[in-house]
Structure formats: C-alpha cells, structure tokens
C-alpha cells in the first residue's frame, strides 16, 4: 500500500520575505514552507563541508571528537522511537567511516538490513560550544521563548526528577543531525508540539507530512497506538483511517530551511550523506498547541496510574511528577514559565514607555508585539484556571519582587529585548541603559498594586490585565479576540 502525495512543501526566497509576510504566511497559519538563501554567511558551511560536497567527518573527528551523543540504530525500534546508543563523536566517525554497508540502509526497506545504520541526533552543539557560532537562527525563527528561557532557567527544578542525564537532554532545545544515506526518523509530531527549523548544511532529506486536521487517521481507534514508519504495511484493522491520508511531500536540498509547524505528523529520510542543524521552538503563536498538550499528557498519565488513587497519600504530585518525566514539564513548571515571560514583557514594556516620551510609542511594532506576547499568555492561563478549578492548585508560587533581583532575569529580559529589537528592526538595547533600566525596575507601577507573589494562574491574569491596562489601555481585548 502505498501513501497518497497530495502536494509539494512551497519553497521561498528567504532573501525576499519580509518577517511580517513570514508570521503573516507560515507561523500565524501554522503551514510548512522552505526557505532558501539563509545560510549563506553560515561558519558550519565551510568547516563541516568537504569540497566536493560530502560531511567533512574528519573535521569533526579532530575538533569535536570527545563529545558524548546520542545515536540512534536506525533498524532497530524501540517503543515510539528507534534504539539509542551512546558513542563519543569520534567513535561515530570510525564507524561511518568503517562502514561501507552504511549506504544500503532505507526507511522503506529497513527491515531487511543486515548492518545497523547509524544515526547522531540531537546533539546540543550550541550548548557545548558555544564560542564556535557555527551558524547564526535566521530572523524569522528568533522569536524563540523556549530556547531564551533555558539559557537562563531549568525547566523544572524538581531533585526527584531531575537526573544528570534530563540535565543534558533538556538544556536546550537546540540540535545538530549526522547521517548517511538512507539513515531516518520515524513518523513523529514534535516534543511539546512545537516548531522547529531544520536547515541542511549539506545533503538531501525527503520529507512527508500530514496536516494535525488528518492526524486522527494515523492512531488506532482509543487514540493510544501509533504509525511508526509510514512505508511499512499498516494493518488496516488497526489503523483503519491510515488509507485515507493524504500527505505532503517535499524534497529539501543542501543549504535550505524547512520550517515544521506546530503539530504536523513527519516522517523523514536522508536521501544523502547529511549534516542538518534544527531547532525547537515555542512563542506566542503556538503557545496554545504546548498547553494543550500537557493537558492531554497529564490526563494520560492520571488514568494510567488511576487505580492506586485510593492508596497514595500525594495522588497529584505523583501525576504531576510523571507528567514531568514523560513530557519534559508539568503545570507548575509551565506556569513558572509563563509568569517568569509575562513579568520579562512587562520590563520590556516599561522600558519603551520611559524611554518613548511621547504618546504613541505603544503603537510602535515592538510594542504591539509584547502585549499581544501578553494576551497570549493570559488566554492560557484562563484555560490553565479552568483545569485548575478542577484538579486544584499545584504548588505553584512565584515572587516578582525576588525575581526582579535575579541575575538570570536580568538576562532573560536583556535577550528578549535585543530579539525584538532585531526581529523589528529597532536596535532598542544597548549595554549603556542597562543601569537606567535596573533603577527603573525597583519602582514597577503593576507590582505596586497587585501582590507580588503569584501563586495560581488567576494572579497571573490580574497581574497581565493590570500590566496591559497601565499601557495599553484596551489593546488587549483586541489581541485576546487575534488568537485563536
Ligand atoms: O532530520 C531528521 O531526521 C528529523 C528532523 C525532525 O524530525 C524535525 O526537525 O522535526
């Protein structure tokens, strides 16, 4: 059986789109698209490319050798995912190198394969060497809350879960692949169903998509089992809805971007010797997609471990505690999350206002930018209150006057200012306002009114419902009714 190609990803001149027509076309509308001309200053193009083409797998034996990654054995499934072994960069090389039989691996045929196929993935290049600059995020993907977020933060705090391993795996979000021909990634929508961008610094991957309006089509009837490799023969009994998919198709060559949308199934195959380097990110655009996510995971993990309710002294904790391990975050840190972003825009806020005399700063691009920031967040804390009114609170606390005295928010709002300044094109920041700024944030208008600790999503809708108000007016309302 094979899959029916309903269409090819649209492939746009990066160069000739403006960030506008780019939240406008693809992130507002949550479609796929792939951008060229973006790499071209890109240091990663140079060093990790042979002249003829192929990954420069010596280079990376030389410089990066000694790292530690995760490689996946493409013909060997283990669970949702392919079997990961550990190996130093190095051993990795040797074994490519060492493996003519690499070349005969595919996903279409990959239950016939004698020899493993090996694939690193998620290596957090950037996180280990972060003088390198191997490549610099393209303009239209810096609107990145997750990845400023735990430059500065851990998602979650918890000793129970927090072991040195998640240490690595969740301190960014920010990834290099390596694969020979014939390596791939089984049938997946993303983690916390958010973006990401995947840009070829040489070779081929062949893309296939389905739209998140067919993904029902790809789960067996309790929604529990899904497609693994979309070649593979799928049992219709099972999966009855697989033979009406319609998929989306896309040949992504050296030197493009593809951008994957927020809950868009994908599977994908190396078609070449590849070198990819791709993101995960989250902003106010998809933000809705994360939360509801964790709503669904969470009722998961609460019926999977409903029948020791009545035994267990802390029921709730114990959900929230899995929800953790298996989804990357719970509620309490998602809303530590938000208030920690939603006080970061409030600053950002502040600043324009003091540093704008006059009447109409909050019409300016970065302005409307940050409360619609706002809105978005205080459209999911509602959601999160609702849950919350049912399940009860989670623990949750934040204070804002300790948070304004923490270095790393000091960093978190520096960031997130130079990223707005750069995305409208409005070089807001420089080092010479910082200690302005600091004074400015001890006498906070909002935080004088409302309390300072926030405890439970409802402090945090006050608490954006006043920032808003002492700016903004009735913008918000208009940026709530924006989101869908
Ligand atoms: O390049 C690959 O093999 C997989 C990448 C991917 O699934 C993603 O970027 O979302």
Redesign the pocket.
């Known amino acids: 059986m094979g899959i029916k190609i309903g269409g090819q990803i649209e492939k746009v001149n990066g160069k000739e789109l403006s960030y506008d027509e780019f939240v406008e076309r693809y992130m507002e509308k949550n479609q796929p698209v792939v951008l060229t001309g973006l790499m071209d200053d890109w240091r990663a193009c140079r060093d990790w490319v042979t002249d003829n083409g192929q990954p420069n797998l010596q280079f990376f034996a030389t410089h990066f050798g000694k790292s530690k990654v995760q490689v996946a054995d493409c013909g060997t499934r283990e669970f949702t995912d392919q079997k990961r072994l550990e190996m130093t960069v190095a051993e990795f090389v040797e074994q490519w190198l060492g493996d003519p039989m690499q070349e005969h691996g595919n996903a279409s045929s990959h239950s016939a394969m004698s020899k493993m196929s090996l ?1 690193l ?1 998620d290596w957090h290049f950037v996180k280990e060497y972060p003088e390198y600059e191997a490549y610099t995020t393209p303009v239209f993907f810096c609107d990145d809350w997750l990845n400023i977020y735990l430059d500065n933060y851990h998602m979650h705090n918890d000793p129970n879960i927090y072991s040195e391993n998640n240490e690595i795996s969740c301190s960014d979000y920010r ?1 290099v ?1 390596m ?1 020979a021909k014939g ?3 089984p049938f ?1 929508a ?1 983690v916390f169903r958010s973006y ?3 840009a070829n610094v040489c070779g081929k ?1 062949r893309w296939l998509f389905l739209s998140p309006s067919q993904s029902h089509l790809v789960f067996d009837r309790n929604m529990k089992s899904c497609v693994y490799n979309i070649f593979d023969e799928v049992n219709e009994t099972k999966i009855s809805g697989f033979v009406e998919t319609i998929w989306l198709e896309c040949t992504q060559e050296q030197n493009e971007i ?1 951008f ?1 949308p927020s809950g868009w199934y ?1 599977q ?3 078609l070449e010797d ?1 070198i ?1 380097i ?1 993101h ?1 990110w989250f902003n106010a655009y998809n933000l809705r997609w994360v939360w509801d996510l964790l709503l669904r995971d969470y009722n998961e993990a609460k019926e999977y471990i409903e029948d020791i309710k009545d035994v267990c002294d802390d029921f709730e904790g114990l959900c929230q505690r899995n929800l953790a391990a298996n989804t990357g975050m719970n509620f309490n840190d998602f809303l530590i999350f938000l208030a920690r972003l939603s006080l970061a825009n409030y600053i950002q806020l502040h600043y324009l206002s003091r540093k704008n005399g006059n009447h109409t700063w909050n019409l300016s691009p970065i302005a409307q930018h940050l409360t619609f920031n706002l809105a978005s967040i205080q459209k999911i804390a509602l959601n999160i209150k609702s849950v919350e009114d049912l399940t009860g609170s989670h623990g949750f606390h934040l204070d804002f006057r300790e948070t304004l005295k923490d270095p790393n928010f000091f960093k978190l709002c520096t960031i997130l200012g130079k990223t707005y300044g750069m995305v409208h094109m409005q070089q807001n920041w420089n080092s010479a306002t910082k200690n302005a700024w600091i004074d400015d944030m001890r006498d906070l208008d909002v935080i004088g009114t409302c309390s300072s600790q926030v405890c439970n999503p409802e402090d945090l809708i006050k608490f954006i419902e006043l920032a808003v108000a002492e700016f903004m007016g009735v913008r918000i309302a208009e940026d709530v009714s924006r989101l869908k």
Do not use: A, E
């Open positions: 694939y993935k990834f692949y694969g390596t791939w990634t997946h993303d990401s961008w995947s991957k593809i994957v994908h994908v195959l190396n590849t990819s791709n995960n």
